[in-house]
């Protein structure tokens, strides 16, 4: 089994989100938004710091509801700024709230997030990092594979004698369909 599919047996914070969200398919703008800002608001820390302040963002950033959010001005920046429930960091705040904005702009085209990403699919790692660096503000190579993955468009996210990758399996998602 894979060290994360190990580690989070049991565990009060990885074991949920393991068990019920990490490799899952989504497809709502708004969950994929929120599973980008969480991969943003990681980088250079542990995971586990960002599950234990998981309701905090989601309250933080009004339901990482995507209108809302790309509205923000400098008032909600030096309000998340100063909620000491997040991570206080200027440039990933910045890149949330401007990412908000761009994942709109894409929708309009798109018509959902989802199916800009599908229009893509499949990319290779790589390409995929290459695409979002290109798109999207403060994501690289680990914001992106890991979004990817915890999203359904890459492997790896769980063990094949995980019991939660038999359950995804199931769903069908993208990268089980790379032919």
């Not at 703008?29 to 608001?41: A, G, H, P, Q, T």
């Not at 960091?89 to 761009?102: P, T, Y």
């Amino acid at each position: 089994m894979s060290a994360y599919c190990e580690s989070s047996i049991n565990h009060p914070f990885h074991g949920p989100y393991h068990d019920t969200e990490y490799g899952f398919p989504l497809t709502d703008s708004n969950c994929l938004f929120e599973r980008l800002c969480l991969e943003i608001m990681q980088a250079g820390l542990s995971w586990l710091t960002v599950l234990k302040k998981k309701d905090n963002f989601y309250v933080a950033f009004d339901g990482f509801d995507l209108n809302k959010v790309a509205a923000y001005g400098e008032k909600d920046r030096e309000r998340l700024l100063n909620n000491a429930g997040i991570i206080r960091n200027r440039l990933k705040i910045d890149a949330i709230i401007e990412n908000a904005n761009r994942i709109l702009t894409l929708e309009e085209e798109y018509g959902a997030f989802a199916n800009w990403i599908a229009t893509q699919h499949p990319l290779e790692k790589a390409d995929w990092v290459k695409l979002f660096k290109k798109t999207f503000k403060f994501t690289g190579g680990e914001i992106t594979g890991e979004f990817l993955m915890s999203i359904g468009y890459l492997p790896g996210s769980h063990h094949k004698n995980c019991p939660t990758y038999k359950k995804i399996a199931q769903l069908n998602p993208p990268w089980m369909n790379n032919d």
